[in-house]
């Protein structure tokens, strides 16, 4: 490997080559990689979801490629989109519509929505009307967490989804391929838990764009391909030895769903925020741990599901209060503040934001509050605004 | 329009009935701490209400307080009062006015202090801006918080596993928390008398909805229907007080259809019936009887409604069942109108159309409700393609002023009663021009949203 000093500008250094490579998919709103794969697997086919959460270890087993659907992230028109949804409702669905309705979903045979929100939630029914050739389907999760309860329906719920998918693909199912398929997916977390735990130690290493684009084509490479993909970009960029600048530390918060433009993320981290830890493609991330790969491999990613699940406004939190879980997170990540970026109309991110806030104040811990919208196109208010914020927590840990 | 005098008259049955329920129930709750009542903050759709009354607990429905402060025109403070406390512009109404209400001494319906929950039942029914709410109450309350997670009929189909999954919630957290609370364990003789007594007024209230299929129809299934259902979708479901409310309404209504009578307003009974619709969401409540009246000046009766529904479907046949009584409780939760996908939403407001003979169906889109919202486009799209009559589309909000432009929304309401008048004078002309041996089908019509 070879740091970018080192390569005096003449050839890519490695990891720009691998961030080009993630980059070219985050780009890749007609899905061609997904038509490679297919064409590459005789005509297999791949299955669509929506944010946050659905385990794609079912998809796998059933022999189809998982392809995660976050919007349009700013790089479609909205021409039809808008006709389908009221003014007050946020980006993703209108984004989902046009790119379902101009085609670039149509090498897709199946689409799961899981449960999140209402505007998803509905966005499922409106699915099964537009494409009723397509498989569809809702995918509750449980908001209650007693394995004998809540872990049980999921099972249940999980054990119809497979039966289904199966179905769909022609295989037979298998708890053998079904725990192959939670073991590569497990590698995966890995590899992307080392990630994290880099950006936390060293966030001047992974700029937090890159660590997103690394995340993001999760979404479309087969998962042994994503596992080596964030292999290669940890390699490369600790061998890039990056200047460390004098950033403050940020957890961002609130972008679990419609995700923030990747300028956006550039924008943060130019205007002197290191990001530390987030919940951007968090679905990526989810379980926290592997998932056992003895026993019923249904019962088992139910139970990940029940025990370790982060925490995010589309879950229920049992105990103490929302703010708790982000908090802890703060701590855990060494971060000085929380940037709060939600959608724009987005009931879930939004709604709990004055607890989130109230329990940073009550740890003392600084945050700034902004709304964005995937197709946010302008960025010099938030360069300001988290300029600003950068310096203040600078000035904060001189006093 | 009749003469105030029998609109006063009309006044004496039920309305009058209901107006001394709702008293009693909110000076109970004036009353709860000092008499050791336990009182219970929960929700309207999905609410489990027989099994508050087999304990003797006193429920509180934020939603209610809410849609209250909307109609005496105290919301647009507590809204502000919310912003001002760092809630976003964008996110439900209802929620904002109550934390309003709350942060400015929680002074109810009847202006006396509302008592602080002892238990908030989360009952996760049809929308998920519930769970936030409770998120958000829960630090305001020293009390703890039962969650009631009702899976949604994505497929539409309410599985038994998702049955069995409420059911157990019921018996693992639900019973426990109430019998924690009171002392008490669950009487279930008293639980399946008080479901047995839901059943008669259930019956009741669906010959008083369904009585909109005459003409002229002796109701309005919307500005008058949301009077009808106040006492089913909240505290006295179960009551003997409800099943006596219920008779009464049926009686005075079958009296009307008698009499050939058409719907009481409050500006006295509409005389002549000139256009049938169905509505689609929840109606505005700062402005509810301006909003009544843009179509009752107009003649237009509303003969069959969703919002309607929003706290139980039961013109499909669901009636509450004594012998089965955590699971009725658990199927009645999920049949509520908003936890039914978009294809069933679809399917019944066509079917509405057909069977109420509607002239067509307007719907009222919230800025608050996601759960109604997201979607509707596409369910006038349908509904118009399956059905053959005229959709409309107007905007406003439950319980924000701002979002109520009256102007406006009577220019488009106007608007659309014209289509379909015009619809009508063409259906006519081309009756006159030839006259068809088979009926031909409707023609599916593009999609007109006014705007
Ligand atoms: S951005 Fe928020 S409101 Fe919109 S679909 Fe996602 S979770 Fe729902
Ligand atoms: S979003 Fe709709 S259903 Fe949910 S609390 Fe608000 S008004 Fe009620």
Redesign the pocket.
Known sequence: MTNEAESGGAAPSAVDEVVARAEALYHDVELSSVQRWRDAHGGAKAVGYM?IYVPRELIHAAGMLPVGLMGGRGQVEIIRGDAWFQSYI?Q??RSTIELALTGRYALLDGFLFPS??D??RNLSGMWKVLFPEKYVRYLDVPQNYDPDVGGRFFGSELRSLYADLCALSGEAPSDERLRASIALYNDNRRSIGRLMELRATEPWSVPAWEVYLALYAGNLLPVEEHTALVDAYIAAARAASRPRRDNARVVLSGAF??QPPLELIRTLELAGCYVVADDMALGRRWPEGDIEVTGDPIAAIAEAFITRSPATA?RYEPHGDRGAPLVQLVRKSHAEGVVLAA?S?????LLEQPILQDSLDKERLPWTAFKYSENLGQFQVIREQAGTFADSIKLWSEA | MSTPQEAASAKDGSMIKQKEMIAGHFSALTRAKAEGKKVVYTFVPGNITELLLAFDVLPVYPEINALQSGMRKKSGAYIAEAERLGHSEDVCTYVKCDIGMLKSGNFGPTGEKLPEPDLLLLSYTGCFTFMKWFELLKREYDCPVAMMHVPYQGDGVFTPEMRDYVVAQLRTEVVPALEALTGKKLDEAKLSEALARSRVAEDDLVAVLESAKRRPSPIDAYFGGVYYIGPIFTSFRGTEAAVDYYRTLRAEVDERVRLGLGPLTPDGAITHEKYRLVIEGPPNWTNFQEFWKMFSSEGAVVVASSYTKVGGVYDNGFRHDPERPLETLAEYCAGCYTNLNLPTRIDMLSRYVREYEADGLLINSVKSC?SFSAGQLLILREVEARTGVPGGFIETDLVDPRYFSAANIKNRIESYLQMIEQKRRNASTRAHAATPTVAPPRPAKKLEVLR
Request: with cysteine; aromatic share 6%.
């Open positions: 944010p946020c993703i669905p999140i929100c505007v998803i769903c419609e589309a959608p109309f987005c009931d879930p991110a | 996601n």
